[in-house]
């Protein structure tokens, strides 16, 4: 299957501050990535779409303007948890689809921990 | 809008017996099916996917799942599971009216007794 990175696989930062998350597609060209949220011995949550070149497209309740997400190519996307709270500390996970297909591939996660 | 069940949240079955896990699926067209496994503190592997023909698919690890549309369900199946299978386990369905998005179930976390 096609490998998809993430970094940090763990942050921790304190309240207030601001936090980058990065998702490569390492073997692919991917058009489209998502990010998901994972609470504990919880379900993915599906946060936004992410395509390349264009803006987001945030699912209803997720903050856009808190958590921040850029495709600037077609390998790389960004999530940017801004003014991170306790309440942001999760685990998040970034998958890349391949064009015109349905197949999503996950990267490892992401473990927020805000103090 | 489309959704997912699966109706147990958590099995334990022994090493080397069968395991069968459950999904149900709501979509009023021809689904995209998946099965994703999750180790603890990991991101999903695909297991097997469906989008056409043959309704029983197979897939990595010696797991294979079968398309039902009259029982709209895709259950995921393991002649004898091993100690490593112990995981958390998604469906998922595509919606492919738009996005490319899938949609999980709930999960079902799999214990293997020795």
């Known amino acids: 299957g096609a490998v998809v990175s993430q970094h940090p696989s763990r942050v921790i930062c304190k309240s207030g501050t601001s936090v980058k998350i990065e998702c490569r597609s390492l073997?692919?060209?991917?058009?489209?990535m998502f990010w998901y949220r994972q609470f504990p011995k919880k379900s993915l949550m599906l946060m936004a779409t992410?395509?390349?070149?264009?803006?987001?497209?945030?699912e209803q309740g997720v903050e856009k303007d808190k958590f921040l997400i850029n495709h600037a190519s077609l390998t790389l996307s960004t999530l940017t948890v801004t003014s991170a709270h306790p309440e942001d500390s999760s685990f998040y996970i970034c998958?890349?689809?391949?064009?015109?297909?349905?197949?999503?591939?996950f990267g490892p996660g992401t473990r927020l921990t805000v103090t | 809008a489309q959704s997912v069940t699966q109706p147990d949240i958590h099995i334990t079955v022994s090493e080397g017996a069968s395991l069968e896990l459950r999904c149900n699926y709501s979509?009023?067209?021809?689904?995209?099916l998946f099965w994703y496994v999750q180790s603890p503190g990991q991101g999903l592997q695909l297991l097997l996917k469906?989008?056409?023909?043959?309704?029983l698919v197979q897939g990595i690890k010696g797991f294979e799942a079968e398309f039902k549309r009259s029982q709209s369900s895709f259950n995921l199946r393991k002649p004898s599971v091993h100690w490593s299978d112990a995981a958390e386990y998604f469906c998922?369905?595509?919606?492919?009216?738009?996005?490319?998005?899938?949609?999980f179930g709930q999960g079902t976390r799999l214990t293997i007794n020795p």
């Open positions: 998958s890349a689809s391949r064009p015109r297909t349905y197949e999503q591939y």
């Open positions: 073997d692919f060209q991917a058009t489209t």
């Open positions: 992410s395509n390349e070149g264009s803006k987001a497209t945030y």
């Open positions: 979509y009023g067209a021809t689904p995209y």
């Open positions: 469906y989008f056409s023909g043959d309704t």
């Open positions: 998922a369905v595509a919606n492919i009216q738009g996005a490319q998005k899938l949609v």
